[in-house]
């Protein structure tokens, strides 16, 4: 996942905040790997609700990190930044969708 001037991959783009973006699909069990990439000139946030709320990722400018979890409940989850930034309301409509 790219964090831009744009958002995640480009979610400005995508209607982002109303529509949500980026959208990940995975299967339930399964072991989701995410690489995070900051070409921004701010530090940006990672998160996913339910599965990485307790911890804030903070991906510094040209930095790139790596998060791991295990997908095992169903649902919706929202993807967002916690790290208040000019870009911030464009990185609070990602969805991770575990099926």
Known sequence: MIASSLGY????AHGAPVKSWPVLRVANGTDVNI???NTYSD???FQVSHYLDDKTEAVQPGRV?????LADQT????IYCSVFNPIHIY???GELVVL
């Open 65 to 69: 990190i790596n998060v791991s979890f």
């Open 75 to 78: 649902g919706t989850f929202l």
């Open 9 to 12: 991959n480009d979610s400005m």
């Open 91 to 93: 990185l609070q409509g």
């Open 43 to 45: 530090a940006v946030g």
């Open 35 to 37: 690489t995070v990439c």
